[in-house]
């Protein structure tokens, strides 16, 4: 999966895709570089980021969901509230990807029910200004588990149909440094869950703390590349249904090299990307 950020203050790459043609040629070169999957986000999530209203919202994603959608791609819609799916949904995509799992916007789950979407739920404890303090736990893994059990239930209680539920364990959100790597070393602890597992820690502030500089600041978000894709090795090597990455090539290759080393017979044809 491929991140398309429309907004101006994205933690790796505010700005660079506001605009819609531009976000729309990001896209583009996202599939070609080996991405399934696009998926199309108009609000920042990163640690302290402000929300901002549905109509702006709106505003810079369905341009860019309609033109994507159009030309043949298969986009999701990186969305907390049930209008902008609906909308983006009529305009194409083909799945809502909801970091609150639904609990931002309880009308979420009759739009999803609906449309018969596939639906990926995060783990999540509350909006981004102030989901640092909410990351407190016996054990992370544990408890990630029992809560996105409970989603899953609440959802399909609401009508969503269970084979359309992908789960997210969400890396950094309301979680510590410590947290992220405890979940990352556990992740087949989720299969008991029974659905599809999207990791998604591209470029995430764990990362450049471990990487962090003689100085002590952690590195650069664009310099936390080669370790993004560590991060995708053990999602493959974990089973993971998809990765969602801002850097696709690498990625890809790092599945495709899983999927041989699974296999045993690294000439086979395997599905990473668009490489087969």
């Known amino acids: 999966m491929g991140v398309v950020n429309v907004t101006p203050d994205s933690f790796s790459d505010g700005g660079l895709w ?6 729309v040629q990001h896209g583009r070169d996202l599939v070609a570089q080996g991405a399934d999957l696009v998926d199309v986000g108009g609000e ?20 860019v969901v309609a033109a994507l959608a159009t030309e043949g791609h298969l986009v999701s819609v990186d969305t907390m509230r049930a209008e902008v799916a609906r909308q983006a ?19 979420m789950a009759g739009v999803v029910a609906a449309s018969g979407a596939p639906f990926v739920v995060m783990h999540w404890r509350g909006h981004s200004a102030t989901m640092n303090a909410l990351a407190q736990y016996d054990d992370v893994v544990t408890d990630v588990v029992r809560e996105l059990g409970g989603r899953i239930d609440a959802l399909v209680d609401a009508g969503v149909a269970p084979e359309q539920l992908v789960l997210d364990p969400g890396l950094g959100f309301a979680k510590q440094a ?14 008991v869950l029974g659905r599809p597992l999207l990791v998604g820690a591209s470029r995430k502030r764990f990362l450049g703390s471990l990487l962090s500089e003689p100085d002590g600041e952690p590195r650069a978000v664009p310099e936390r590349e ?11 090597m974990a089973g993971s249904w998809c990765v969602r990455v801002h850097d696709v090539p690498g990625n890809a290759d790092a599945v495709r090299v899983v999927q041989a080393t699974r296999s045993g017979a690294p000439g086979m044809a395997v599905s990473a990307g668009r490489h087969r």
Do not use: K, Q, Y
Request: a negative charge; aromatic letters at 2%.
């Open 18 to 23: 506001l605009d819609a043609g531009a976000a």
């Open 44 to 63: 920042s999530t990163r640690p302290g980021a402000e929300r901002v209203d549905v109509d702006e919202e709106l505003r810079r994603v369905l341009p």
């Open 89 to 107: 949904l009529d305009a194409g995509a083909v799945m809502v990807n909801d970091v609150s799992g639904g609990l931002a916007d309880e009308a």
């Open 178 to 191: 410590e947290h992220n790597w405890a979940v990352l070393a556990r992740l087949d602890e989720l299969a």
């Open 226 to 236: 080669a370790a993004t894709v560590a991060t995708t090795v053990i999602a493959a």
